[in-house]
Structures are given as C-alpha cells and as structure tokens.
C-alpha cells in the first residue's frame, strides 16, 4: 500500500460512508468520518510532501482504466513539487474548513449530506492535482464540477440557491468543452495524453499549423488557448466569470473550500502543469495575462459598490484569480502558484470570518452591518488581518506573493508586460479599499440593524473561532517561504517549484525592483487609508460620490451589466429557439408523435386481432384442424 | 391402420361437430385410442416394443385426463347448469 493514496481515497472513503449511512444511522455525527478523513489525508499529504522536498518525485501507473485501440488511459499518480503544494492547500485549508464547518452547519438537516459532499469534492479536488494524464485531470476537474453544483444548491428549496447551481454548471460547461477540445487536441497531436511525454514531444511541433476552417492556425497556439478556455470556466475569468458570484448562495463554507481557495484554483494550476504549452505559444501567453489582468480590474472596480458580504468577497477572489493569471502569463508560473497558496489562507480566512458574522447577524447586507467589533472580537482581529495580507501590507503573506506578481509583470520587459503591470498596479490600490470598506462597515461605527437583532449578537462558538486563529496564523506567516531575494530571503517557493515550471527572465536591476514595490506598497497603502477617511470619518463622502457620479456607481453595482447582456443576447434567444421552435414543432409534433403514434398504431391493430378470440374452444379446435389439413396437404403434394 | 383411421376421424368429426361436453370427451378418447391402435399396429410390424411402450404412456395420460377433464366438467355444470361448449365464451378477448 502506497502511502500517498490515502490522501484522495480517505475522504472517498468518508463519502461513501456518509452517503449511505448518513440519512438513517449517523446523522448529526457525519463529522467524525469527514473530518478524520480528511486530516488522515493532511497528514499523508505532509509526509508525501516531506517526501518531494527530499528528492522523490512519484510517477506511477497504478491500473489501466481505458484501451481503447491506440488510446490508453491510466489511473496514475504524479506527484512533484508542484503537486504537493497543492496537496498542502487543499487538505490543510480543507481540514479547517471542515472543521468549521461543524459549528456552522450545526443543526441543519442536511448535515450528513454536506460532509458526503464536501468529502466527494476533497476527493475529486486531490485526483485533479494528483492525476499524471490529461484524462485524470478532466476527471477531476468534471468532479469537482460537480460537487460544486451540489453544494451551491445546498439548500435547494431557495430558488436563488438552484438556479445558481445550474448557472454555475451550466457556465463551466462552456469552458469545459474547449477544455475537452483541447485535450482531443492533444491526443490526436501526439497520440498520448500522459503529462510527461506531451511535455518531452512539444517541442518538436513548435511552429507547426494546422487548417481550421480554412485559417493557417498554430498548433500550440491552439492546444493552449483551447485549454485556457476551461480554465476561464473553472477560475471564473471575463467572460465566463458570472457564476462565480450567484455561487455564493451556497453555504458559506463551501464558498470557502471551493470557491476561494481550492476549486477555482484549478484553472491556474492546470496553466502551470501545462507551462511547456503554454511557453512555446506567445499568443497563448498574452491572452492569459491579458484576460488575468482585465478580470482583475474589473472584478475589482465592482467590490467597491457591493453591499453583500459574500460577493465583494467572491469579486475579490475573482480580482485575484485574475491577478494569478497574470502571473502565469508573463511566464513567472512560480509566482501564479505562490499567489494561489496564500491566497487559499487569507481568502479562506476571510470568507470564514464573514461566515463567522453571518452566523451572528443572520444575513449578508453590511449596510445593515456596523459596530460588531465588541461584540465579535476574535472575527473581527482574524478577518482584519486576512484583509491586510489580501491588500498586500507589507510582511503578511499577500505582499510577499502579490508583490512577486507585480515585479514579474514589470520585469517580463514585453509591451503586454507593460501594460499589464499598469493594471495590476492599479488593482493593488482597490484591493485594500474594497477589503477596509467591508471591515469598516461591518465591525466599525454604529450597529445599523434593528434592536432585535443587536440583542442576538454574540461571538461564535470555539469550534468555529479557532480555525479563523489557525487561518490568521497561516495569513501571516505562509509568505514567509517565498520572501524575494532583495529582501534577504531565499525565494524559497520559487525554488522549490523550479523544476517544474522553470524560471522566467527578468529584466530589471534590484533597484528597480525596490522602486516597484515600494510603489505598489504605497499604492496600496493610499487605499487603505482612503477607505479610513472614507469609512470611519468623513462617512458622508461615499454616498456624495455615489450621487454625483451616479452613472460609474450604477454602472459598478450592476456588475457592468454582464449578467443583463448574457440575458438579451444569449439566454433570451436560447429561450425563444426552445419554446418556439424545439418546444412546439420538434417536441410537440416530432417525438410526441412519434412517441403517442406508435402505441396507438399497436393499439388499432390489436383491436383488430381482438375479434379472433371468440372465447369457444370449438372454433379454435376447427381452426387447429384446418392448420392440420393444411400442413398434411403441403407434405403430400 | 385403415381401423384407426376411421376412428381418429369419427373422433375429429365428433370432437368439431357436436355440442354436448361429454360426447367431445368421448370424441377425444377416440382419437387417442386411434393413436393407440396405430402405435401398435406400427410396432408389430417393425418388431420394436418401443411403440407399445408409448401406447401404455397414453393410456396412462388418457386416464389421466378423463379424471382431471371430468372434474372440471362437474365444476362447469354447477355454475352454468349447461354441458353445451358454445354457451361457455368466458374466454371470449
């Protein structure tokens, strides 16, 4: 027994059991089984990562899933430095995760159906980082789908809640079908969908076309952006971005797990499994950091005008997904992924601590929000300081990684570089004001609810404030690995990840080094302190601004009216072509009749043969008399 | 062979023409009996018992028949009060 299976298999395990003995026999303790699966996997995930550190990388073949003439599929496991990263983020986040969860789903009766799925979506997650084809990582990345729609529809009586599960699944399928195209791709160009020989063979068809519809096409060009596509599904980038907020009808939780820190990552960690693609295809590389660098801006722009809790967080996520991105696409893959693991803690964090407010409050409007300070303090120092390391204040860990990011855009020396830098710079001043204005509304100033609900507040239980301190601990201190060089620092992280996504050339002296970070520090500093002045002392500058440039506001509150856009020229005709043309001639006419027609013809035939049967045994023996007459004459002819 | 000829068809004749439950019945054991008598003719002349041993099999069968057939004609009498076949169509589709 390897030991590394157990770190997906555990929680399987977990969710089997649950699944089906949830309902009647475990109940209120689906807990034990979820959350001991899943810290058996951390663990394991520890010592497999202890492992990588030490030189042993796995890449084995375990069973042959699927032979298909010259097509093979294999469930196998390769596990290098970039997959124990993952493995850290996604069973050490997730074990905190589920462990608040216990005291926030206390009581609900789907409990046993939350940990099956939480489990099954660990799971599937750990297959997707784990698998060493392009075949496991679809399975995966299907799964984990999957296991998202169950869980934003968590409680699906609210039609809010369904119809976001189906928007987000429905959404994913978009970019999942390129995604699917591109690994076709892949399989057709170089007949194997294993990681490491499509990795070893790109080389050798840089340069190549190929005719599509009569366009001359690049071939890796191709591959790349065909898997971009999934990965702007997945990671909720422009254009596809529009499910990732209505996600946050599901429990808060889960938003946590998989729309912050894990599932949503996928995107960037498959653009830096596939970097050997990736690299050879300059196109590919600049949509990636040009969609990275939009997405961010403009996830960013509308946090800044939300008033639900959970959705400036999930534009934040959204911002910073982007900003990963980026990354990867001015080739510094190591940086993406440095931003992706400390992301998962400070978003994680945050998210758990509006959780944590919810929880008290009992609904999502900081408008109606204020003042929780006293009465919350352990949420309110812990989700202070993940805003802090989002904002990227110097020494927490969202400094350290997005400053990496900052310098690698700038330093790339590309004009794309240039331009993305300048985005990003930009972004760098909303991310600490939309984060301070939430903090300030929520826990600063006067409680602005009803006196009912001032009477209920109170801090939440130990169950749920401790993981928030362990998270905060980790919001601090993770960066700490991948402190830069200029800074004293080994640049750890990047080191470690070297041999898989290699190093990207910068071209930039220490100085300037030192200058863009000591600009985008003061940029994000000069947010922060507006959103003081704005939020804590002038408090009637924002609603000023909001009147006199109420265009931009109404503008930014809409979300850039990309939901009422998708509405008119996607789903209204959509709609139309399904009521109007599938609806009355295909459905009605076409199967109905074909379905109502064929039991009616059995029907009039049967009627006829009725009339035989006459029910007198007589007419049957004269009948099997004749027969018999008959077949004596056939045989006497 | 020409006897049992004649009787298989006063049997199919009896069985096809007539009304009366019994008299089928008895049109029935004719038939069978007309088996019989060919069954055994044929083994005399081909010297091979196995023909007879087929005969002592449907006459057992016949009995058989005549007990389980008779019963149910009894049953039939008493709901129907009638032992003519074409008044009984219950099993009419």
């Known amino acids: 027994m390897k030991a590394y299976l157990f770190i997906p298999f555990l929680p399987l395990a977990a969710f089997i059991i649950n699944i089906l003995f949830g309902r009647s026999l475990i109940r209120d303790k689906a ?68 462990i608040y969860s216990i005291g926030y789903m206390h009581g609900d009766k789907g409990y046993y ?31 984990v ?93 422009i254009p596809l971005h529009v499910w990732l907020p209505d996600a946050m009808e599901g429990p808060t939780p889960v938003s946590a797990l998989i729309h912050a820190a894990t599932m949503v990552t996928a995107g960037v960690f498959m653009v830096a499994r596939c970097n050997a693609i990736f690299n050879l295809s300059p196109v590919a590389m600049n949509v990636v950091a040009v969609v ?133 710079t930009a972004v760098a001043f909303f991310t600490p004001f939309y984060s301070f204005r ?18 209920h507040l109170h801090e939440s239980p130990s169950v749920i404030t401790i993981p928030l301190i362990i998270l905060a601990a980790g919001a601090i201190g993770v960066g700490w690995f991948g402190i830069p060089t200029v800074l004293g620092g080994g640049a750890h992280f990047a080191e470690f990840l070297k041999p898989v996504v290699g190093h990207p050339e910068f071209h930039g002296t220490h100085a300037q080094e030192f200058a863009i970070m000591g600009l985008s520090t003061s940029i994000a500093v000069t947010g922060l302190v507006i959103a003081a002045i704005f939020y804590l002392v002038k408090t009637g500058i924002p609603v000023m601004l909001a009147r006199n440039f109420s265009v931009i506001y109404r503008i930014l509150f809409n979300k850039y009216y990309v939901d009422e856009l998708y509405h008119y020229i996607l789903i209204k005709p959509t709609l139309w072509v399904a009521n109007s043309f599938i609806g009355a001639i295909t459905d009605a006419r076409i199967i109905e009749g074909i379905v109502n027609g064929v039991p009616k013809a059995i029907g009039r035939f049967a009627e006829a043969l009725r009339k035989v049967q006459t029910g007198l045994a007589q007419h049957y023996a004269i009948i099997m008399a004749a027969g018999v007459m008959i077949i004596i004459m056939l045989m006497l002819w | 062979m020409i006897l049992s000829t004649v009787v298989f068809a006063i049997g199919v004749f ?80």
């Open chain 1, 145 to 237: 789908g999957l296991c998202s729609y169950f869980l934003i529809g968590f409680f699906f009586d609210k039609k809010a809640a369904a119809d976001a599960g189906k928007k987000a699944f429905i959404v994913n399928r978009f970019g999942d079908f390129g995604f699917a195209l591109g690994v076709f791709m892949i399989f057709l160009t170089f007949g194997t969908v294993d990681y490491v020989p499509v990795f070893a063979q790109v080389k050798n068809i840089a340069g190549q076309t190929i005719n599509l519809l009569g366009y001359e096409v690049n071939l890796v060009t191709l591959i790349a952006l065909l898997l971009f596509c999934g990965a702007v599904g997945k990671s909720a980038q």
């Open chain 2, 14 to 93: 009896g069985f096809l023409s007539r009304r009366n439950i019994i008299i089928i019945f008895m049109s029935i054991e004719l038939m069978l009996n007309a088996v019989n008598i060919n069954l055994i003719s044929l083994s005399h002349y081909l010297q091979d018992m196995r023909g007879q041993i087929l005969a002592f099999f449907v006459i057992a069968v016949a009995a058989a028949e005549a007990a389980i057939g008779l019963a149910i004609v009894i049953a039939l009498f008493r709901n129907k009060a009638t032992a003519h076949v074409d008044e009984i169509h219950e099993m009419k589709g």
């Open chain 1, 292 to 424: 990275g660098a939009v997405t961010s801006l403009f996830a960013a722009t509308i946090a800044v005008v939300q008033n639900d809790i959970k959705r400036i967080i999930a534009y934040s996520t959204l911002s910073h997904l982007g900003m990963m991105f980026v990354a990867c696409g001015v080739g510094a893959y190591a940086a993406g992924v440095f931003h992706l693991y400390t992301h998962a803690f400070f978003k994680a964090l945050l998210f758990l601590a509006a959780g944590s407010v919810i929880h008290a409050v009992h609904h999502n409007d900081i408008q109606r929000m204020g003042g929780l300070k006293k009465y919350m303090p352990i949420t309110y120092i812990t989700m202070f300081i993940a805003a802090l390391s989002a904002g990227g204040v110097p020494g927490l860990a969202g400094f350290f990684s997005k400053d990496e990011i900052i310098w690698s855009a700038f330093a790339s020396g590309s004009s794309v570089g240039t331009f993305v830098w300048i985005i990003v």
């Open chain 1, 113 to 143: 159906r939350f940990f099956s799925y939480l489990s099954l979506f660990v799971f599937f997650m750990l297959m997707l980082v784990m698998g060493n084809n392009f075949i496991m990582l679809y399975l995966g990345w299907e799964g």
């Open chain 1, 438 to 455: 939430m903090i300030f509304l929520t826990f600063h100033g006067k409680f602005r609810g009803t006196h009912h609900e001032e009477h």
């Open chain 1, 31 to 98: 807990h034990w089984f979820s959350c001991a699966a899943i810290i058996g996997s951390f663990i394991a995930a520890v010592i497999t990562a202890m492992d990588v550190m030490h030189g042993k990388i796995i890449n084995e073949d375990l069973y042959t899933w699927i032979i298909a003439g010259s097509f093979k599929v294999s469930v196998g496991f390769l596990i290098d430095q970039l997959t124990a990263v993952m493995l850290i983020v996604v069973t050490g986040v997730g074990s905190l995760i589920f």
